[in-house]
């Protein structure tokens, strides 16, 4: 069965920086891109960032402004998504998903492409 699991999410200060991780499982990690998303209270889930796996082409929404790196690691079956310079703003759940073959650039921001959900991971930024 496909799994997806985030981790790396904590209580973070102001300007700090993140390594958040997506390990999978259940399916051949090449054959499927990895969508990053978060959801912050009371607000609705938003995409961030898409990678396919098999050629690290990568997609990121206008609003990311270059504070957000998406990466992956074959031998390990993993995904990531770097932050850097935390704000207050950036508090979510953030969430990875599998979707197939590749990101696409007219696609890759709707949760609808996406097949397979981590359950997420919490980033809490203080001020």
């Known amino acids: 069965e496909v799994h997806l699991v985030e981790s790396g999410g904590a209580l973070v200060q102001v300007g700090g920086s993140l390594n958040l991780s997506c390990t999978t499982s259940g399916f051949p990690f090449t054959h499927y891109a990895i969508g990053w998303f978060r959801q912050a209270p009371g607000k609705v889930r938003e995409p961030l960032s898409c990678?396919?796996?098999?050629?690290?082409?990568?997609f990121y929404v206008d609003t990311v402004h270059g504070r957000f790196t998406v990466s992956s690691d074959t031998a390990k079956k993993t995904a990531y998504l770097q932050i850097t310079n935390l704000e207050p703003g950036d508090t979510a759940n953030y969430y990875c998903?599998?979707?197939?073959?590749?990101?696409?650039?007219?696609?890759?921001?709707?949760?609808?492409?996406?097949?397979?959900w981590g359950r997420g991971t919490q980033v809490t930024v203080s001020s």
């Open positions: 990678i396919t796996t098999s050629d690290g082409s990568k």
């Open positions: 998903a599998a979707g197939t073959p590749k990101c696409d650039e007219g696609t890759f921001f709707r949760e609808r492409w996406y097949d397979y």
